[in-house]
């Protein structure tokens, strides 16, 4: 029962246009800056919005097509909305019965498994309590208990944990990815954050501008990004250019110096704490070594960012004793050095 | 005294004329209960008033219901359905609003009248006849005051968020089932404060309700009515009736007004 969908949706200026497979038991996380057609995906999935064209389907049954469409109501889903949307007037109870109630179950059936539902996402004694009661944690568990109790084959989460505060985050991000590992069905995972999407998911979706951008499971993407919004989200410096043994011509000016040969258009990536600055140009040792000139410095937690115009522009993460030593200002010139070993090339 | 002096003095320019504003709605409310005869009360509340109190009562809060029932779907299809030409539509919808009473119990008549283009057929086929009975005053006060019902509940509609409605469809609701469930209980307010309103506007019509329903004692003479033909044969009754309609009409609305149209404090 595996989902397999092209999604095709056309709205004024913007286009999606999607590949999704869903296997059972997996969870694919969406993963794309704001506009990136991510929300639209979700709406198609959720019956919500029709697709231009394409099709949706679930094993044998046809979600949506040339000659069906299935209204949300009637499809075996579950949705966390970004902001939850539990209904403020039903206590916890009935906002987790509701799905089974408008199913057909009966009433006292369907509040002993919202009940049940309750005390596994930990909120036992909270069966009685109304939306606007409740912590932002425990809406969101509310939330998860509402989509999955009625056993929907898709399950799908719209930025489910954008609306927590940091703390609360991390405890409420490693209880969902329990639920996740527990449920049966599909799972789509809508989000910017690319912590949520690396911890959550078996495998990753970029979405740019309504186009895949680049798919895999979390450790390949975060190791070998193809678009400069992948790289940035993963902290690495990301560049394009032609190889030619060990020697590639960078497609925005400058050149590097790689261990190990290649061939051909490549991308090129080194982590910032790779690169290091000197006030005179180092000597010795294959290492490449370019002038640059401070743009911008940014205090981070324990190292300090640094942004650098060569070409090839780079951002450097300095310890604070080199900062010291160096005293640096935004447009000192100097020498940014990085290791050839340091280089890590893939082709493009 | 403090928090005054920091706001600084309210210009005259504004103070002047709210405080004339105010005393223009109130002081003739006021010359109303002074002039009441409060001696001769008991004497003056007499069977008639009781009977023209009640059909007031019963005919408002039938009109209510009526509005109600239709209001509610309309408000719906207006802020709901996507329908072309909605903006037209609403302002059609609140045509009863500005038209002159008497005009709309004279369209009621053209309409629903004994040889009106329904009347006529509800009169051969149904034996029904609405003009000048009990009926036809639920009639004339439900057009007259189904409007206030309509935009108070379109408004409250409009304002609520929709992506609810989707959060249920993915719950596997159907759209009756949403509406009952979801929309309707949170824009509730809305429609208790459009009801109220409604029932207010339903027990003081006069104009349609005479036209259409005309004045027959016990079955079509509601408080209105009756205050206006006391003036001229009984002025002390017509006060009476007044103050009694006066203080019905404040009084449920200082009951409700607390728990469902409380306005920002």
């Known amino acids: 029962m595996t989902l397999n969908a092209e999604l095709r949706v056309t709205r004024g200026t913007f286009s999606l246009d999607l590949d999704v497979t869903i296997a059972p038991g997996e969870v694919v996380a969406l993963l794309g800056p704001n506009g990136a057609g991510k929300s639209t995906a979700l709406r198609t999935l959720a019956g919500l919005l029709p697709l231009t064209s394409g099709h949706i389907t679930v094993g044998e049954s046809t979600w949506d097509g040339p000659d069906a469409f299935l209204p949300a109501e009637k499809r075996p889903i579950g949705v966390v909305f970004q902001d939850y949307l539990l209904f403020a007037h039903m206590s916890a109870l009935e906002n987790v019965a509701f799905g089974l109630r408008s199913r057909g179950t009966r009433k006292a059936e369907a509040r002993a498994a919202a009940a049940r539902w309750l005390d596994r996402v930990g909120l036992d004694g909270y069966e009685q309590a109304k939306p606007r009661a409740l912590s932002g944690g425990q809406a969101q568990r509310v939330a998860l208990a509402r989509a999955l109790v009625t056993g929907p084959s898709l399950l799908l989460l719209d930025e489910p944990l954008a609306a927590l505060d940091a703390s609360t985050r991390l405890q409420v991000r490693s209880e969902l990815s329990r639920h996740l590992a527990d449920f049966g069905g599909h799972t789509l995972l809508v989000t910017h954050d690319p912590l949520d999407a690396m911890v959550l998911a078996d495998r990753l979706v970029i979405l740019e501008g309504g186009r895949a951008v680049q798919s895999g499971p979390p450790a390949e993407v975060a190791r070998q990004p193809r678009t400069d919004y992948v790289a940035n989200l993963v902290g690495l410096n990301f560049f394009r250019g032609k190889a030619s043994g060990t020697r590639v011509d960078l497609d925005g000016g400058g050149g590097l110096t790689i261990a190990e040969p290649a061939e051909g258009p490549v991308h090129v990536v080194f982590p910032p704490n790779a690169v290091s600055l000197h006030a005179e140009k180092p000597e010795g040792s294959p290492r490449n070594v370019w002038p640059v000139t401070v743009a911008a410095i940014e205090q981070h937690a324990h190292t300090t960012r640094v942004r650098l115009d060569g070409p090839p522009d780079v951002l450097a993460d300095i310890t604070t004793a080199t900062l010291a030593e160096l005293r640096l200002r935004p447009g000192d010139e100097l020498w940014a050095a990085v290791k050839a070993t340091e280089v890590h090339v893939y082709p493009a | ?265």
């Not at chain 2, 903006?87 to 004279?106: D, E």
């Not at chain 2, 006060?141 to 108070?152: N, Y």
């Not at chain 2, 309609?245 to 607390?258: N, P, Q, Y």
Request: hydrophobic letters at 55%.
């Open chain 2, 1 to 265: 005294m403090t928090r005054n002096r920091v706001r600084g003095r309210l210009p005259a320019v504004l103070v002047l004329p709210a405080l004339a504003g105010l005393a223009f709605l109130l002081v003739p409310l006021a010359g109303l209960v002074i002039k009441t005869p409060w001696t001769s009360l008991p004497t003056l509340l007499g069977a008639e008033v009781g009977e023209a109190l009640r059909l007031s009562l019963i005919c408002a809060s039938l009109a209510t219901v009526l509005c109600l029932f239709l209001g509610i779907p309309l408000a719906w299809l207006l802020a709901r359905s996507g329908l072309p030409g909605r903006g037209f539509l609403r302002a059609l919808v609140t045509v009863p609003l500005v038209l002159p009473p008497v005009v709309g119990g004279v369209a009621l008549l053209l309409i629903l009248g004994r040889r009106g283009l329904i009347g006529q057929h509800l009169d051969a086929w149904f034996g029904i006849s609405l003009p000048f009975t009990t009926a036809g005053v639920v009639v004339a006060e439900a057009f007259v005051a189904m409007p206030f019902l309509v935009i108070s509940v379109e408004g409250a509609l409009r304002a609520a968020d929709p992506r609810y409605e989707e959060a249920a469809a993915t719950l596997g609701a159907s759209k009756w089932l949403t509406f009952r469930r979801v929309t309707l209980p949170s824009v509730l307010p809305g429609v208790v404060a459009g009801a109220v309103l409604c029932w207010a506007r339903a027990l003081g019509e006069f104009g349609a309700t005479i036209t259409f329903a005309g004045n027959f004692p016990g079955e079509t003479t509601t408080m209105p009515l009756a205050v206006y033909l006391a003036l001229e044969t009984d002025p002390d009754a017509a006060i009476v009736l007044s103050i009694v309609l006066l203080l019905v009409s404040v009084g449920v609305l200082a009951g409700l007004r607390d728990r469902w149209i409380s306005g920002p404090t």
